[in-house]
C-alpha cells in the first residue's frame, strides 16, 4: 500500500476538505422542454475524515449534486463549497480525486497512456508520474492490460482504469460515483480493502451508488436522497448496532412446523426459511426461546433488509406519498 | 503551479493532433495536390525552368489558398465541443487544471500544427522535383487559423456543430453583402463593418503569400475577428458549465 500513500512532494498542499451544500437548487431550463427541478433545497456538511454515502433511485438528483461538486454546474440557488471555496476554484487549485459513473475518456487512448497523461494533468512531476502510474497499476491489477486501447478493455477492466486514475494523487477530497459498477466479486472485495486502507482523517470521501450494502459496509453516513431533496441522513456506525429490525429470515433445521404457531405472521419461503416479524426485542428473544424449548433448531436468523435498506425504503416511500399529496 | 502542469501536457495535446487529426489533414492534402502535381507534370518539357517554376509556384499558391481553409476547418473542429459532447472532460477537469488554460493551449497546439502540416505538404511538392518552395504561404495559413480558427474556436465552445455554425456564418455574410452591397446603402456600409471579413481571407492570403503588401486595414480588420472569438471562447470557458 506504500505506493498509494502521498508521494506528491507539493509543498502547496490542499487544504482538508470539507464538503458542504447549503440550501442548493438546480433547475434544468430548456428552451423547447419545461424546466426540470433536478434538485431542491439540498443542504449536507460532509466532514472532514468522513466516508459519506449517497443513495437514491435513478433520477434522484445524485449525478448533479456531483457535477455541481466539482463545478461543472452552477447551482439555481445556494452555494456549494469545499473547504470554503467554491468548488472549481478548489479543483483548479488542489484536484480531486474523481471517479466518474460512466468511464468516458477517448477509446482510442491505451491505458498506461491514459494514466501518463492523467498524472501529468494532475500536476505530478514527470519522475514522480512514473511511480504513481506503477503504483496504481500494480495496485488494481491492470498491468497485463497497460498497452491496450480503452476500447478493447472490459467494463471491470475500464472500472479499474477509472478508480486507478483517481487515486493518481494524493487527493484530499475523492468523490466515487458507482465505484463497483462492473467490478467482479473479488475486486469488489478489493475495492473495500482499498477505501478503507487510503480512508484518514484529512480525508473526506464521497461514494455515490446504488448498491446499499456497499454503502452499509463502507460509509460513516449516508445521505438518502429522492426527487432532488435530501430525505434523511443515516448513520450506519449507529445503524449497525440499532433496534431489532423489522423483519428477519429465519431458517431451522428441526421444527419448520412449530414456526407458524410461534410467529403467526411468518411467511414460509421454503427449505427451512421462514420470513418472520422482528418486533421488539424482548419480544423476538423470547419467541426464539419458546420455540428452542419445543425442540426447534435454528440455523441462521438474519435481517430480511439491513438497516440502511430499510430506512432507504421508508424514505422514498415517504417521499413518493408526500409528492403525491403536494 | 497550473501552467507548469499545461506545459507538461503540451506533448500530450500534441500526440492527440496528429492521432485525431493526421489523417484527415493527410488525405485532404494529398487530393488537393493531386490534379496540380499531375497539370505541373504534364507541362513538362515543354517548358523552360524558369516557365516550369512560375507555374508551380502558382500552382501551389492556388493549392494553398484552398488547403489553407479546408485544413483549418479540420484542426479547429471540435476543439472544445467534442470533449463536452463526449464526456471527456468530466476526467480531465477533475484535476487541478484551468480549463481556458487547457483549451487555449490546445488551440496553440492545433496551430502549430497546422503550420507544420503545411510545411510538410510544401516539402513534399518540393521533394517530387518542382523547384519551388514559397514558405511565404505559411503565413497564408496563419492568417486563416487566426481569423477563421479565431471564430471556429468560440463556436466550439458554444455549441456541438461548431464547423455547421462556422458554415452558415460565412454563407449568411456573402448572402448579406450580396443582398446589401456595401457602396449602395447606409445599412450595406454598417453591415459591412459588422459582418465577418472573411470573404477578403483569400486575396489577403493570397498577398501575404506573394510577399506583396497586404492592405492592414482588411488585415487588421481580420485578425481582430478571429482573436475576438478566441477571447471570446476563453471566457465563456471561465463563466459558462461544462456540464448541461
Known amino acids: ?326 | 503551479m497550473s501552467r507548469a502542469r499545461m506545459w507538461s501536457y503540451l506533448s500530450w495535446q500534441a500526440r492527440d493532433f496528429v492521432v485525431e487529426r493526421g489523417a484527415p489533414l493527410l488525405i485532404v492534402a494529398t487530393l488537393m495536390s493531386f490534379p496540380i502535381v499531375m497539370s505541373l507534370r504534364q507541362l513538362g518539357d515543354a517548358a523552360t525552368p524558369t516557365q516550369a517554376a512560375t507555374a508551380a509556384r502558382y500552382g501551389v499558391l492556388q493549392l494553398f489558398a484552398e488547403f489553407s481553409l479546408i485544413c483549418v476547418l479540420i484542426g479547429i473542429n471540435g476543439v472544445v465541443s467534442s470533449d463536452r459532447v463526449k464526456g471527456y472532460y468530466r476526467f480531465l477537469f477533475a484535476k487541478p487544471v484551468s480549463i481556458p488554460r487547457y483549451y487555449a493551449q490546445a488551440y496553440l497546439v492545433n496551430g502549430v500544427g497546422l503550420m507544420l502540416t503545411a510545411l510538410g505538404v510544401l516539402g513534399a511538392i518540393y521533394a517530387l522535383g518542382y523547384p519551388v518552395f514559397p514558405a511565404r504561404v505559411l503565413l497564408m495559413v496563419g492568417l486563416v487559423y487566426l481569423s477563421l480558427g479565431g471564430l471556429g474556436f468560440f463556436y466550439s465552445t458554444l455549441a456541438r456543430f461548431d464547423w455547421v455554425l462556422m458554415g452558415a456564418t460565412w454563407g449568411l455574410a456573402q448572402v448579406l453583402r450580396a443582398v446589401y452591397p456595401a457602396h449602395e446603402s447606409t445599412a450595406g456600409r454598417v453591415l459591412n463593418v459588422l459582418l465577418p471579413p472573411f470573404h477578403q481571407l483569400r486575396d489577403v492570403g493570397l498577398q501575404l503569400a506573394r510577399g506583396e503588401a497586404a492592405e492592414s486595414r482588411t488585415l487588421v480588420w481580420l485578425l481582430a475577428w478571429g482573436l475576438s472569438g478566441l477571447v471570446l471562447g476563453l471566457l465563456i470557458l471561465r463563466r459558462r458549465p461544462l456540464a448541461t
Open chain 1, 1 to 326: 500500500m506504500e505506493g498509494l500513500r502521498p508521494a506528491d512532494a507539493d509543498a502547496d498542499a490542499a487544504p482538508a476538505g470539507v464538503i458542504a451544500f447549503d440550501s442548493v437548487s438546480k433547475t434544468y431550463t430548456s428552451l423547447f422542454r419545461p424546466p426540470v427541478r433536478a434538485v431542491e433545497e439540498f443542504t449536507l456538511t460532509i466532514e472532514r475524515g468522513e466516508i459519506m454515502g449517497l443513495a437514491g433511485p435513478n433520477g434522484a438528483g445524485k449525478s448533479t449534486l456531483i457535477s455541481l461538486l466539482l463545478g461543472y454546474l452552477p447551482p439555481t440557488s445556494g452555494h456549494v463549497t469545499i473547504a470554503d471555496s467554491a468548488p472549481r476554484p478548489y479543483v483548479e487549485r488542489y484536484g480531486i480525486g474523481y471517479l466518474s459513473e460512466l468511464i468516458t475518456l477517448n477509446p482510442q487512448w491505451t491505458l498506461e497512456g491514459t494514466l501518463e497523461r492523467l498524472a501529468v494533468l494532475a500536476g505530478l512531476p514527470s519522475s514522480v508520474a512514473r511511480v504513481r502510474v506503477e503504483a496504481v497499476i500494480d495496485e488494481l491489477g491492470i498491468g497485463e492490460h497497460r498497452g491496450k486501447k480503452l476500447k478493447a478493455l472490459s467494463k471491470g477492466n475500464l472500472q479499474r482504469l477509472g478508480l486507478a486514475q483517481a487515486l493518481l494523487r494524493d487527493e484530499q477530497v475523492l468523490i466515487l460515483d458507482e465505484p463497483t459498477h462492473g467490478l467482479d466479486p473479488v475486486w469488489t472485495q478489493r475495492f473495500r480493502d482499498l477505501v478503507q486502507r487510503i480512508r484518514s482523517p484529512e480525508r473526506t470521501i464521497l461514494i455515490a451508488s446504488h448498491n446499499l450494502d456497499e454503502l452499509e459496509r463502507l460509509c460513516d453516513r449516508v445521505a438518502i436522497i429522492d426527487r432532488g431533496r435530501l430525505q434523511r441522513v443515516v448513520d450506519t456506525r449507529r445503524a449497525a448496532a440499532r433496534d431489532v429490525a423489522g423483519t428477519y429470515h429465519l431458517t431451522v433445521a428441526v421444527g419448520a412446523e412449530l414456526v407458524p404457531a410461534i410467529f403467526p405472521a411468518a411467511v414460509a419461503l421454503g427449505n427451512g426459511q421462514f420470513e418472520v416479524e422482528g418486533g421488539d426485542a424482548q419480544g423476538l428473544n423470547q419467541r426464539l426461546a419458546d420455540f428452542l424449548a419445543r425442540g426447534g433448531q435454528i440455523t441462521a436468523l438474519i435481517p430480511a433488509h439491513s438497516g440502511l435498506e430499510a430506512q432507504f425504503r421508508e424514505a422514498v416511500r415517504e417521499s413518493r406519498d408526500a409528492g403525491g399529496t403536494s
